[in-house]
């Protein structure tokens, strides 16, 4: 079946410019979370839902990141006003249930760069 | 938080060869522990991944052991082959939260 979408791939924007990035999560799942990837180094968290509710989002680096998921399927992560340093890899991951063992399953992640 | 610690950062093998990957983590709460692997510009591709409740888990090629008294877990892959060249990450699950943290990452190079 499909897997895990996010869109755009690739993004490119200006200093202080807003972005928004969609996944997509695999139909029918729980569990939806966003990861910041930085060139080099592992995925770092950044906020979870549980169905439409979001239950942390202790990952967020500053209150310039939003996220949410209003009818608790597709995601948006919003970063207002980019910073050069948000330049990374922004990846998304679904599971099934909300048991901590369940397999998360990632999305190909929207490049993110900030000129 | 949890840490999640990788050795070593780069792995050269021969093909044909086996090749071992070790993390330690820091919370004896974890009990999920997953192996991703991630080729150049791709999403990460669950590998493996044992539950605390086992101690060994093996799928063909690929085995995952955990050792939950040292908090450490290790991926051996055998008999390697050039498409396993890639980066391995480990990742454990955090206490009283559904996400992962991950550790930094192995590149492992199949030489042919």
Known sequence: ????????????????????????????????????????????????????????????PSDRFFAERPEGSVSTLKIQRTQQEDSAVYLCASSFSTASTD???????????VL | GENVEQHPST???????????????????SNYFPWYKQELGKRPQLIIDIRSNVGEKKDQRIAV?????AKHFSLHITETQPEDSAVYFCAASVRGNNRLAFGKGNQVVVIP
Do not use: M
């Not at chain 1, 397999?103 to 760069?113: A, D, E, S, V």
């Open chain 2, 11 to 29: 792995l050269s093998v021969q093909e044909g060869d086996s090749a071992v990957i070790k993390c330690t983590y820091s919370d004896s709460a």
């Open chain 2, 65 to 69: 052991t955990l050792n939950k008294t």
């Open chain 1, 103 to 113: 397999t998360q399953y990632f999305g190909p992640g929207t490049r993110l760069t």
């Open chain 1, 1 to 60: 079946g499909a897997g895990v979408s996010q869109s755009p791939r690739y993004k490119v924007a200006k200093r202080g410019q807003d972005v928004a990035l969609r996944c997509d999560p695999i139909s029918g799942h729980v569990s939806l979370f966003w990861y910041q990837q930085a060139l080099g180094q592992g995925p770092e968290f950044l906020t979870y839902f549980q169905n439409e509710a979001q239950l942390d989002k202790s990952g967020l």
